[in-house]
């Protein structure tokens, strides 16, 4: 049976904040469950509660710390989810994007969806998901996507650093240590 869809919502919500949160007192890679490795993460930056944007958010200025052709690539994903989502224009700002946390390598953290905005009517599409950017081998895209943590297989593949994700899911299906 699948949980009613704001139940699903705050299941992702909460995967994403053992993913990804990071108190401001803590070190960055420390919060992000790099601790156990002993080593500080000087390349990755972390967004405690998040830089927000939605479709028509001016994504350069908000996002203005992270790379010009990442911010370009949000700017896709916004109108595609806005497109794929029956282009109301009563829901114009629906989609959104909730950026975590930015690796030098070329990764970020971030959840998605499609939400009203304030004003906007209920009945504009709702869900989302968190995800993995990653421009690792050409222009970003999201290599890694869902509501639960991710595989750690996956995780592997992708190079993904290991300061950016706390949890993940063995071949077994355990959730154990990244």
Known sequence: MTAPRPLRLLTLLAALVV???AP???PAAQAA????????DA???TYRSGISVRRETNVSTKL???PADYRRAVRAWLERAYQEAGADEACANSPRLTAYAYHRDGFVTSSQGISPATGEPDSCAQGGYASIWSKRGGPWREVIKGQEPPSCRALVWHRVPRSMV???FDDQGQPVTY
Do not use: F, Q
């Not at 469950?33 to 500080?40: E, F, I, L, M, Y």
């Open 64 to 66: 203005a710390k992270l």
């Open 33 to 40: 469950g790099a601790s156990s490795a002993g080593a500080r």
């Open 19 to 21: 993913l990804v949160a």
């Open 166 to 168: 706390d949890r993940c």
């Open 43 to 45: 390349d990755l930056t």
């Open 24 to 26: 401001t007192a803590v």
